[in-house]
């Protein structure tokens, strides 16, 4: 077992973690001897595993030092989801078991947090244990929530109903099928209001169901109302895409290729072949019939993280836009989807994000102030057809941020095969390679 000096604040937190005598509480098993490190991580996701990685990288830390909390048994590369409901990969390959992708080095503790006790350093797992800490990082991400709306669950578990969603490993897998078996009548597409993962990636599978009806000879973009099949965008948000530069292209996209955009449409419910939308003044609601059905569930940061003193009115851990620093416990930071940085939750933020946070975080345990400032950079590969990506690169604004724009002329809001082949097989390979290993920071490349 491996032993180091309590630094002052992991000796202060362990003063607040003393074992409960089990004869108090015959009935209760004993609370467990309290475990401190110097870091803790909440969440071994993108973010989770990329900073815990880059801090060890840093020398500056010995085994166990370092401890990740996740309470799931496999890590997932939700970018690939949008193509599993393409019909080019599947959920099965694009996972990982989660203990693979951890360094034997971190300690890892593989259940849930159940509660935060900022004032004393140290949280709580679902087991009852507490875990003492000098900093903590907290990046368990978005909680996806299918019974958000009324009557989804339902639509999605039933095999023989023509609703699917990219947004779970449950229900990403018939997503295609689906497609496959439409042959006529009205398809739907939803986006809800308020936060979401990847805000591309639910115009992103329209685009591709919209060419394999194309190819199949079920839609022509050109004399859409002749064609058997019609297509509707409903979204929450009044325009196709946050950034304007994007938002033109995609907006001229919809209109050439025959696409119905409702704007400001909100799916609350489904009912058999009903899809019903709430509208923003929040009177009146809209019914749609569909014939086939792709839905986006609202999200949002985990109870144990909205319930918490971390959390901001919007629920996300409260850091600073720049520093990646919580507004008030200067030990806690955040980073990927829970946190509250106002830019698109995106695998490709994170990239940009973990070297800010551990800089920053390092800077800190040597007595020094963070000297290192996050600028939103986020990016959205979205697919528009088969074989062609739209590569969004964007930061706080929003306003562009494009790695490959005025290289040899290059305008990303042109979609390009290149880009198709970086998100397909390029994206995926980095990842896992090098992204959760602490060694890859998106446009800025390999780190050492
Ligand atoms: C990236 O690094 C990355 O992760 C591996 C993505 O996939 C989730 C991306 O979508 C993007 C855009 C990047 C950024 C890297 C480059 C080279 C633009």
Known sequence: MFHRPLTSAARAASRNLRVVPARTFATEAPVSAARNHKVVVVGGGSAGLS???????????????????????WHHYQPGWTLVGGGLKTTQELRRPMKSLIDPKLKFY???????????????????????????????????????????????????????SIYTYDTASKVFPNIKKFEKGTAIFTQPAGVIKCAGAPQKIMWLALDHWKRAGLYDPSNPSSSPININFATGLPVMFGVPKYNAALTQMQKERGVNALFQHDLVEVQGNNAIFARPDGTETVTKRFDFLHAVPKMGSPAFVKNSPLANAGGFVDVDDATTRHKKFGNIWSAGDASSLPTSKTAA?????????????LQVLEGKQPDAAYDGYTSCPLTTEYGKVLLAEFKYGPEPKETFGGLFGINQAVPRRSFYHLKKDFFPWVYYTHMVKGNWAGPKGWIN
């Open 51 to 73: 900073i815990s990685h880059q801090l060890l990288h840093s020398g500056k830390f010995n085994a166990e030092d370092i401890a990740i909390i996740d309470p799931a048994e």
């Open 110 to 164: 593989n259940d849930g947090v159940a509660t935060f006790a900022p004032e004393n350093n140290f949280v709580t797992l679902a087991n009852g244990d507490k875990i003492g800490y000098d900093q903590l990082i907290v990046a368990p991400g978005l909680t996806v929530s299918p019974s958000s709306v009324k009557g989804l669950p339902e639509a999605l578990a039933n095999p023989d109903a023509p609703v699917s």
């Open 349 to 361: 933020a994170v990239t940009s994000q973990a070297p800010i946070l551990v800089r920053n975080l």
